[in-house]
């Protein structure tokens, strides 16, 4: 269906389409107001955003805003998802009512390639001129009039200013209410003057018409698109990308192939010459200067620049700004996140006052499992919102192209797409943001290959797992040449690791299942802005609200889960027991500090039982013979599958294996006594520097985190990635660990 | 064209600051050339490399009145002659 029900009408669909940066986005906002919706065509993870648009009294519309795209040949999955919305390509979706082309006025020229490529095809067409303020505000002038004869379609100024959408929506609203006008097609066709060169571009012309006509009658268009058609398929055979495109990839297939693939090129340059000689005879004279000097506009742009991309200022800007996001990511978060916590605290103890005493097993749901499973989710929201704070300023500024542009090089050389920075660093904080913001990779492989590594850098959750391993195996042993703390060396070490992890990982990902060419760096550097807050708002807003939706379902269901390991099957003669021992308590002591002690210890020490008897309990137990060689027992198996919720987790179950009681921190000295003083059943100790490394460098590299899973999951849209993702890492970690242990027992190491 | 092969002039050589005009596009047409034409990297368009990155790569270029960053292997496609007068008319003469 083209068109949606709305209320006993069917509303009409607009789509709007331009070049990146060409104020498409504002221009979007302000047709839409605060109505619009980030969605997804199925089984397509680009999004698109749609909004209802009151044009008139009783006249709303449908507009869709697709990803920026410099042409109707899409080199990457978003401006793909451009063109199919345009074509109608999409599974279940039809052409759009009416084409809007936002132009920058103040590239006239580059942007008018597109609407080049636009008059090609017979698709109802308006234009809409952006950043006339721009020119206004420099003393220049822009002559809307002459575009419009010019194009021979209807030009409209629609600059990002109180009531400048305003004629644009009066145009949209005459548009649609006349019958569709018959559009003379203009397509670019190259005068050739050598015969040689003009009979192979007729020759590669000729099978591109075949296809073209064949793509027509796929899109349900008129003959005539067939020349048009057949140039996008022709070029499309040249730039081998693996975005879809059904509609020329499934018409003709194989045709344009057999054609000398320097036949095509020449065919296709010549085709692009042509267009661009097109849109420099539109642009001509139709904005004008008030003076040769530079426009106050990129004075502004050049001056920042010159600092900014400076061969010595510009790489200390950016460590800068990037250092702030870090900081930002570690410990601006940190209050909020512990806020969150606390409220999840109140919150469970507002629950266990409310919940009848005589059901514990409800209460221990809804605290433990529901109301824990949402703090869960809600405590990504802070540093998920700092992140996509800074991405959108840093995106809406027009810096983080810089930091592309200085880093490319950097990243070329891991291997690692250059935009894959801002995760890979987001990731020391935190994998789940880190892997929301990979969307601004364009390429699909290079973007799963960044999915799949970024958990292996090491976030902040495994910090105290860190901690506790460190003060409770490395604290008496000897410094390193007699300066070097080792529990420092062990700290950098599993850092180190991490990166060095994640890089290797990555080359072997794109050296094997992700292989694809090193994706071209064609990156526009455009003017600085301010930032919009509405924009700002918008992108932040969006990210936290599918966050929470998408990814927290499933982080909640795994909580509940995880609950239900811990907790079933009950070992009621050890609960009955507890429950008679803390009535006996109860009556024998009066109320005061030592009758709390006791019920503590009664409780702890149930504790352990209750968890040993469960069902994680017997996993661990299950596990033993699989992680012994590892130098684990099932205590720490116990930890492994608990963790799976987060990974600090694992040090507040191990204070309940330890029957200290659930409430243990990594800097708790008796759980570290407890630690140091358990033994395998041959009586050597357990928690040695060796088995504490083997412990350390497991949670380095295992995919112990439910919540990252279900980022993934969101972000790829399948359980095929966060599967793949946890097997690999799992078993990068058991075989790591083993290594660890095994070569250490044989050097001796205790 | 450019006379001879061992003379050839290429866009990645260009020291920042000179504007050049593009000749042809040597070899077969890739993605990345394609995009590049439809920046307005077409023969007969003038260019500046404008800044070159300080790792010596990537490099920017003016073109059209707009800012593109490409690396050096993609801009060593485009054969370049030096934008003098004669060929300020070729570009001239290249406008329909």
């Not at chain 1, 978003?78 to 006025?105: H, I, S, W």
Request: net charge neutral.
């Amino acid at each position: 269906m083209s068109s949606a029900p709305h209320g006993d009408r069917v509303v009409r669909r607009i789509v709007l389409i331009g070049n990146p940066n060409c104020g498409k986005t504002t221009l979007f906002n302000a047709l839409t107001g605060l109505s619009a919706k980030t969605g997804n065509y199925p089984g397509i993870t680009v999004e698109h955003r749609v909004g209802l648009a009151r044009l008139a009294e009783g006249m709303s519309v449908s507009v869709i805003d697709v990803p920026g795209t410099y042409s109707l040949v899409p080199r990457s999955d978003d401006e793909a998802v451009a063109v199919r919305v345009l074509l109608g390509d999409l599974p279940g979706q039809t052409r759009p009512d009416l084409v809007v082309a936002v132009v920058d006025a103040t590239q006239l020229e580059r942007n008018l390639y597109l609407v080049a490529q636009l008059r090609e095809l017979p698709l109802p067409l308006i234009v809409a001129l952006t950043m006339t303020d721009v020119i206004a505000s420099d003393g220049g002038a822009c002559d809307v009039a002459a575009l419009q004869q010019r194009l021979a379609v209807p030009v409209v100024a629609a600059p990002a200013v109180a009531g400048g959408a305003f004629a644009l929506k009066a145009l949209l609203a005459a548009e649609l209410t006349t019958p569709s006008r018959r559009l003379a097609l203009n397509v670019a066709r190259s005068d050739v003057d050598d015969p040689v060169v003009a009979a192979e571009v007729r020759r590669a012309t000729d099978v591109a018409d075949t296809v073209g006509r064949a793509m027509a009658l796929r899109a349900g268009m008129a003959p005539e698109a067939a020349a048009a058609f057949g140039q996008l398929a022709l070029q499309r055979s040249l730039t081998a990308t693996e975005t879809a495109m059904p509609i020329v990839d499934d018409s003709a297939p194989g045709l344009l192939a057999a054609v000398p693939a320097p036949l095509r090129a020449e065919a296709a340059a010549r085709a692009v010459q042509a267009r661009q000689q097109r849109a420099r005879s539109w642009a001509r004279d139709i904005v004008t200067q008030a003076s040769a000097a530079e426009p106050r506009s990129l004075a502004f742009t050049r001056r920042l620049d010159a600092v900014a991309l400076h061969p010595v200022a510009g790489p200390l800007l950016l460590v800068a700004v990037f250092g702030v996001l870090f900081q930002a990511l570690f410990s601006w978060a940190t209050p909020l996140m512990d806020l969150i916590d606390g409220l999840v605290g109140t919150a469970s103890d507002a629950a266990r006052a409310v919940l009848p005493q005589s059901m514990p097993l409800l209460s221990s749901l809804v605290t433990d499992g529901i109301i824990a499973g949402v703090g869960n989710v809600v405590v990504f929201v802070p540093q998920i919102a700092i992140l996509f704070l800074f991405l959108a300023v840093l995106e809406d500024t027009g810096y983080l192209a810089r930091a592309a542009f200085l880093l490319d090089r950097i990243m070329q050389g891991v291997g690692l797409h250059g935009r894959a920075f801002v995760p890979m660093l987001s990731g020391f904080a935190c994998a789940v943001p880190a892997i929301l913001a990979t969307r601004t990779i364009e390429n699909t492989k290079d973007r799963l290959v960044t999915i799949l590594v970024t958990p292996l850098v090491s976030c902040s959750a495994r910090l105290p797992v860190y901690a506790l391993m460190v003060a409770t195996v490395f604290a008496g042993v000897d410094p390193v040449f007699g300066i070097i703390e080792p529990g420092a060396l062990v700290m950098v070490s599993m850092y180190t690791l991490s990166m060095v992890a994640a890089v290797a990982m990555a080359a072997i990902f794109k050296r094997t299942i992700l292989r694809s060419p090193t994706p071209p760096l064609v990156l526009e550097l455009p003017p600085y802005r301010v930032p919009r807050a509405l924009q700002i708002y918008k992108a932040v807003s969006a990210r936290v609200t599918t966050f929470l939706k998408e990814a927290g379902t499933v982080i909640l269901a795994i909580t509940v889960v995880l609950w239900g390991l811990l907790t079933f099957p009950i070992d009621h003669d050890v609960k009955d027991a507890r429950d008679r021992a803390i009535k006996a308590t109860e009556l024998q002591l009066p109320a005061g500090a030592e009758r709390d002690a006791e019920l503590r210890a009664i409780r702890n020490g149930a504790g352990v039982a209750l968890v040993e008897h469960s069902l994680a309990g017997r996993l661990g137990h299950a596990m033993e013979p699989f992680i012994a060689p590892l130098g684990f027992d099932w205590k720490i198996g116990i930890g492994i599958v608990a963790s799976f919720a987060a990974r600090e987790v694992f040090v507040s179950t191990l204070g309940i294996v330890y029957g200290l009681g659930e409430a243990q921190d990594e800097s708790s000295t008796s759980l570290r006594d407890a630690m140091r003083h358990d033994t395998r059943p041959d009586g050597t100790p357990l928690y040695t520097p060796l088995s504490g490394l083997s412990l350390l460098v497991f949670f380095v590299l295992a995919m112990q985190c439910m919540s990252t899973l279900a980022a993934v999951k969101r972000e790829t849209r399948s359980w095929r990635w966060p599967l793949f993702q946890f097997g690999y890492m799992t078993a990068l970690a058991l075989a790591a660990s083993l290594l660890v242990y095994q070569v250490g027992r044989l050097l001796g190491v205790q | 064209m450019v006379s001879a092969a061992n003379r050839v002039n290429r866009l990645h050589q260009q020291p920042p600051g000179r504007p050049v005009v593009i000749d042809h596009i040597d070899g077969v047409l890739d993605a990345t050339g394609l995009r590049l034409m439809e920046l307005g990297l077409v023969p007969g368009a003038t260019v500046t490399v404008t800044r070159v990155a300080p790792l010596g790569d990537p490099l920017e270029l003016s073109v059209l009145g707009t800012r593109v960053c490409v690396r050096k292997q993609a801009a060593s496609a485009f054969v370049v002659i030096a934008s003098s007068a004669s060929s300020a008319t070729a570009v001239a003469g290249a406008a329909p």
